[in-house]
């Protein structure tokens, strides 16, 4: 009966027209254009580094050029060929399907930092921009984590509350001041993140302004400790 159903209505690759054995996965040509991390990598954003000992808590120069306000961070992919076109897609591309498939590929890398009590708490996005793309692609994500490793998350616990112009074509610094307050705790919901460990969790991570600015607002209701979990990491060899 599963093979009379799969030739009915087979599965197709979630970024081409090839046919799946399963639902939600690549065929083997786009995992093998998806720049998934592996290996060595810097233990505060996930971007990867050079061989070295992974045992070892290493850094990218970034990382250590910019002071975060979190303790560690993973990423699932470089935000390159086939992962920007996943990204965008979910994103921009009214794809929110995108979200679970995506969602596994995060757990996985992020499952070395991630403590059972842990609060995932999703990027915020301006209501406006909600209402134009009628979710939030963070929040998706989070949901989805949520649910495959038995997680809380608190998707209203942050309030951004300016729209901010987009980030792109800024300067780092740019970056940083465009995001300058635009983030707050929610008056009716930040006390859940209080004494909690955080795990915030995005699309995509550029310079980290705007998860800076998340971790800021988290660090103001009172959470303990600070992680970030992304999809994609641009880094400078991407």
């Known amino acids: 009966m599963q093979s009379i159903l799969k030739t009915i209505f087979p599965n197709f690759c979630l970024t081409c027209d090839a046919i799946v054995e399963e639902s939600g996965a690549l065929c083997g040509k786009c995992w093998q254009g998806t720049p998934f991390i592996s290996g060595t990598i810097c233990d505060t954003c996930g971007a990867p580094l050079p061989s070295g000992d992974e045992m070892e808590a290493l850094h990218c120069d970034d990382c250590l050029l910019t002071a975060r306000p979190w303790e560690q961070g993973r990423a699932a992919m470089l935000y390159s060929a086939n992962a920007r076109r996943l990204v965008l897609s979910m994103k921009h591309g009214d794809r929110p399907e ?5 969602a596994r590929w995060l757990y996985r890398a992020m499952k070395d930092i991630t403590r059972p009590d842990a609060v995932l708490v999703p990027v915020p996005a301006h209501r406006s921009r909600l209402w134009a793309r009628r979710y939030n692609q963070a929040a998706l994500l989070a949901q989805e984590i949520a649910r495959i490793g038995g997680m809380i998350t608190k ?5 951004r509350h300016q729209n901010t112009p987009t980030q792109e074509g800024r300067t780092r610094d740019a970056r940083f001041a465009n995001l300058d307050g635009a983030i707050q705790p929610n008056p009716r919901l930040a006390q859940a993140l209080a004494g909690r460990d955080v795990i915030i969790v995005d699309d995509v991570m550029t310079s980290g302004a705007t998860l800076a600015a998340t971790a800021e607002a988290c660090r103001v209701a009172g959470a303990a400790r ?12 991407a």
């Open 98 to 102: 995108l979200a679970r498939p995506a």
């Open 155 to 159: 998707p209203e616990a942050l309030i």
């Open 226 to 237: 600070i992680s970030v979990a992304v999809l994609a990491r641009v880094a400078k060899d």
